[in-house]
């Protein structure tokens, strides 16, 4: 029903920055929240960071001071800046989206495919 289409994935030096993005596209629904997950290999998926459609954020402490999450709700879509990023960062980061339909109030989600970060030098 809604799909997400991640981007901003990629290779990056210890210390360097990634901007990670997230829109979501389908008919007639309204974001509650959407947020960030990532699952390094050989591990289970973990919470990165959320935002609600108004604007509150939560991270996870291994993220925080480094990684901002925010989000436009014009385009339904959600960023993920990542500053001084560390080798443990590298993880597949997946999209994940809190919705419902606008005749709806049944709580809905929807994940993304994943986009591969790497931090390597």
């Known amino acids: 029903q809604v799909q997400l289409v991640e981007s901003g994935g990629g290779l990056v030096q210890p210390g360097g920055s990634l901007r990670l993005s997230c829109a979501a596209s389908g008919r007639m629904f309204r974001v509650n929240a959407m947020g960030w997950y990532r699952q390094a290999l050989g591990k289970e998926r973990e919470l990165v960071a959320t935002?609600?459609?108004?604007?509150?954020?939560d991270y996870a402490d291994s993220v925080k001071g480094r990684f901002t999450i925010s989000n436009d709700n014009d385009k339904n879509t959600v960023y993920l800046q990542m500053n001084s990023l560390k080798p443990e960062d590298t993880a597949v980061y997946y999209c994940?989206?809190?919705?419902?339909?606008?005749?709806?109030?049944?709580?809905?989600?929807?994940w993304g495919q994943g986009t591969q970060v790497t931090v390597s030098s």
């Open positions: 935002i609600t459609s108004g604007g509150t954020a």
């Open positions: 994940h989206t809190d919705f419902r339909a606008t005749w709806s109030s049944y709580r809905r989600e929807s």
